[in-house]
């Protein structure tokens, strides 16, 4: 009975110790066709030439943004997806109607504004009182800026990995709430951008509960400087800062779905992504119609395949990820049930810029399998940094309730320049580097799909990293 026992037990460890996950030779010799073919295909560009041209700026809950999901479902169908459809994703609404900033006085003159997302509209005047970090702003005392406007002018440094964006971020996010403490009546802030155009960089903002909202704008770079000049000369200097904008009801859109069929375990998934709405003042084409187009274009090549990988590749272009990563939710919480059949995600969302790095999730035992795929990506300049990276916005949520995810890190030495910009448009994305990463999201997502065992995905709270 021992022996019996004993043999049970063991029995158990094993079936709850997962088996190796592998790669085999024969989809490796595939997925380094496949990457080559990827390199000579300019379905990519194509696909976003096609959404910031017919579609242009796409805002969460705009006209624009029901044309671009038609646009998604017909582009899918086009490409020749198996299946396609829409789930829908509920979020309140917020709407730029004109924004403007003047210096008033002696050195009257306009400064480049432009409201930051979340903003409530309104003209105020007030004299100008310029930070040099969010910490400062933070200390000062309640009721010191009473009827004044606060300026934070904080320079974001430019960095491959975008990681100056993070305190960016910050401040733009944290210091409205900033001021409305110390009684500003309104906040200006130095774009968290690293360009040196007259473009105001937007982006989504957020005020504490309890707080009254108080108009909240971003000032290009060069204007920023002129209004710091303009202080050091050591008298008052007052500002009229004039937006129509704010919050107007909810709105629905849709994340918009496309599969290219696994040949033997069709229900299992790899999921691979972008965001279809942007932010209204350029086209949106590296933020993010290239991550869209990577998605797409990398599908429609693995379906194309004489042999499919054995799981289906599914395709998402999530819905407004610019004001909460709404889509990316959604998709999280009505797919939670089903982790386990999610092999892996990944979402690119930093521009076009070339991928030079590669990672995941994956347990100890699909290690060596991640090794593999990063093999068969190196010849396109890709290094393996385990460790290093994290989720994109939309499969971060996902990720947080146990999904697997990749990082395809691209090099984003000049996303910022463009971000949240009107410059944002078709002409800053390099054709070849598009198809380099259509190519990595290919190898990554046909492999994947077709290795032997799974790479982490389980029902579970985790803490995925943040990038």
């Known amino acids: 009975m021992l022996a019996v026992a004993l043999a049970v037990t063991l029995g158990a460890a094993q079936a709850a110790t997962p088996s190796q996950t592998t790669i085999s030779p024969k989809s490796i010799d595939a997925a380094t066709q496949l990457r080559e073919r990827a390199l000579n295909d300019d379905t990519g560009y194509k696909v976003v030439e096609s959404l910031t041209t017919e579609v242009g700026p796409r805002m969460a809950g705009s006209e624009a943004d029901a044309r671009a999901v038609a646009w998604a479902q017909a582009k899918f169908k086009q490409l020749g997806f198996d299946r396609v459809w829409t789930e829908p994703v509920t979020f309140p609404k917020w709407e730029r109607r004109s924004e403007s900033a003047q210096v008033l006085g002696d050195h009257s003159q306009?400064?480049?504004?432009?409201?930051?997302?979340?903003?409530?509209?309104?003209?105020?005047?007030?004299?100008?009182v310029r930070f040099a970090d969010l910490a400062s702003l933070q200390a000062a005392p309640a009721g010191?800026?009473?009827?004044k406007i606060a300026f934070i002018d904080h320079e974001m440094e430019r960095a491959k990995d975008g990681s100056g964006y993070g305190m960016g971020s910050r401040i733009r996010s944290a210091g409205p709430s900033a001021a409305i403490r110390a009684g500003a009546a309104a906040y200006m802030m130095r774009s968290a951008g690293t360009d040196s155009h007259r473009n105001p960089h937007t982006g989504i903002t957020h005020f504490d509960?309890?707080?009254?909202?108080?108009?909240?704008?971003?000032l290009a770079a060069p204007d920023a400087e002129q209004l710091a000049r303009l202080v050091a000369l050591g008298k008052p200097v007052r500002v009229k800062l004039a937006l129509d904008c704010g919050w107007n009801g909810t709105a629905t859109s849709y994340n918009v779905i496309g599969e290219m069929r696994g040949r033997s375990k069709p229900d299992e998934v790899v999921v691979i992504?972008?965001?279809?709405?942007s932010w209204d003042l350029g086209t949106g084409a590296i933020d993010d119609g290239a991550g869209v187009a990577i998605a797409m274009g990398a599908g429609k090549l693995i379906g194309d395949m004489k042999q499919r990988p054995a799981r289906t590749?599914?395709?998402?272009?999530?819905?407004n990820e610019e004001q909460g990563l709404f889509g990316g939710r959604a998709y999280g919480e009505k797919h939670v049930a089903d982790v386990r059949k999610h092999q892996i995600g990944a979402e690119s969302d930093f521009g076009a810029g070339r991928v030079y790095a590669f990672s995941t999730s994956a347990p100890d035992y699909a290690k060596d399998a991640a090794k593999q795929i990063a093999d068969v990506l190196a010849p396109l300049?890709?290094?393996?940094?385990p460790g290093e990276g994290g989720p994109g916005p939309d499969v971060g949520p996902f990720a947080a309730n146990g999904l697997a995810w990749a990082a395809l890190r691209q090099d984003g030495t000049d996303y910022f320049d463009f971000h949240h910009t009107p410059d944002d448009t078709l002409d800053k994305i390099d054709p070849k580097a598009l198809a380099?990463?259509?190519a990595a999201y290919a190898v990554f997502a046909y492999l994947a799909a077709d290795a032997q065992g799974d790479f982490g995905s389980k029902p579970g709270k985790v803490t995925p990293p943040h990038e």
């Open 110 to 128: 306009k400064l480049a504004v432009t409201a930051l997302g979340g903003s409530p509209g309104g003209t105020i005047e007030g004299e100008v």
């Open 144 to 147: 010191s800026l009473a009827g």
């Open 209 to 218: 509960d309890g707080l009254a909202p108080i108009p909240s704008a971003a």
């Open 273 to 277: 992504g972008g965001h279809l709405d």
């Open 313 to 319: 590749i599914r395709v998402v272009a999530f819905a």
């Open 381 to 385: 300049g890709i290094a393996y940094t």
């Open 436 to 438: 380099q990463n259509v």
